[in-house]
């Protein structure tokens, strides 16, 4: 069984997506088989490994709501990941699936099909609290936090830890807390190393290594459907992830 991973945290802008994009590529790059999920509506994690989701005419929304099968809308790639691609329709799942039975295992269910084929699923969850994070988080073994090493960006920590205690409650016992990575890290200010701190004594929770560092280079591969590891294979960012990578292969 693939070890599937939920990067959540409610708030945007806290390298949610480009975690599962360069995570999943590094993994790749030491041999392991990985499959990325795109399960928020912006479909940012979609956009930003090539795919228009503008050109996408079925999407996850389409599998969620029982419309095709998964595989019907895998995108396969050689040498990088391949996804499960999210378009806009994605906004007006959490309303349909509120109505069938055990909506928050749909997709756990969905799928059930694609596991033998990987060894990593990861789960990009949108910022929200809502049913679709709630369907990531009941379909992984782990969820890993993301967060900005700022004042204001672990203010919503605890209301995601008590979604996750909920579901670990609810649906998924088996679920773990993996950690929490330090992610747009500026090492250099007092403010970034303290709130660094200030996560780990508050919350209890691990602190996963390296701290992933503030770098534009994030933001310029995208826009080429790439990752930091091909377009600045040996900057520190970059560097991080490998160092992620290889720490949760062990």
Known sequence: MPRTLAVAN???????????????????ELGQRVLLVDLDPQACLTFSVGIDPEDLDKSIHQVLLGGVRTRD??????????????????????VRLAAESGPEQVLRNV?????????????????????????????????????????????????????????QRLTNPGLQVLGVLPTLYDGR???????????ADTYSLEVLQPPIPKSIRFAEAPAIGETI??????????????????????
């Open 10 to 28: 409610q708030k945007g802008g806290v390298a949610k997506t480009t975690t599962v994009a360069t995570l999943g590529a590094a993994l790749v």
């Open 73 to 94: 809308v895998l995108i396969e790639f050689e040498d990088a990941p391949d996804l499960l691609p999210s378009t806009i329709a994605l906004a007006t799942a959490e």
């Open 111 to 167: 799928l059930r099909p694609l596991r033998s084929s990987y060894d990593w699923i990861l789960v990009d969850c949108p910022p929200t609290l809502g049913l679709l994070t709630v369907n990531g988080l009941s379909a992984a073994s782990d969820v890993l936090i993301p967060l900005q090493c700022e004042t204001l960006a672990h203010r919503g920590v605890g209301q995601l830890l008590d979604t996750v205690y909920d579901v």
């Open 189 to 199: 200010t007092t403010h970034a190393r303290a709130v660094l701190e200030t996560i």
């Open 229 to 250: 590891l091909s377009t600045a294979p040996a900057s520190p960012g970059a560097e991080a992830y490998r160092a992620l990578a290889g720490a949760l292969l062990g």
